[in-house]
């Protein structure tokens, strides 16, 4: 007899879960449909409408980032050309971090070998310049994807929430 009633519960509860999904206008179950989201995961209206502005944010931010991999194109450029003017070899699959870092440590051989000679100097304090510059964008580059990744997780926690999977 509980299973006949474990049953019915169970009936009623995707009947009414059918119901609910159901209530979704047309448009938004299209827009549902053609994001990748299945319309009998949502529950309401308002949920769609949350999920398809969510969607549609960070599609906006996928297409920002061509942006940004020429701005990573640029930081990368900046410091090869760096490394070269400083006597650094540098391979392909080097990193800008990488190259930063081989960078700073020429400059620190440099600037023991040069003593007193202020002409020297001047030049390593315009490598030293360049190289804060690079480092400095390439640290907020690296500050600002953290904050977009952590900015993600937060929001599917909150989806994951909002749907009952947390």
Known sequence: MSSINALNASTSISCAYSIKSNQLSEETKAKLQALGIDPTT??????AQSLIAQVEAMSKTDQARPQSNSSDQTL????KDLAEE????????????????????KIEQLVA????????MSNIEEYQRELASI???YSTKIDS?????????????SNKYALGLK
């Not at 391979?91 to 930063?100: G, L, P, R």
């Not at 070998?113 to 020297?120: I, Y």
């Not at 994807?145 to 926690?157: G, K, L, V, W």
């Open 113 to 120: 070998q040069c003593g007193n000679d202020s002409s020297q």
């Open 86 to 105: 400083v006597g650094v070899k540098v391979s392909q699959t080097d990193t800008t971090d990488e190259i930063c870092e081989k960078i700073a440590q």
């Open 135 to 137: 480092d400095s964008r």
């Open 145 to 157: 994807q953290e904050s977009i990744f952590a900015a993600m997780n937060m929001i599917s926690a």
């Open 76 to 79: 990368l450029t900046r410091a």
């Open 42 to 47: 949502v529950s309401s209206e308002a949920e």
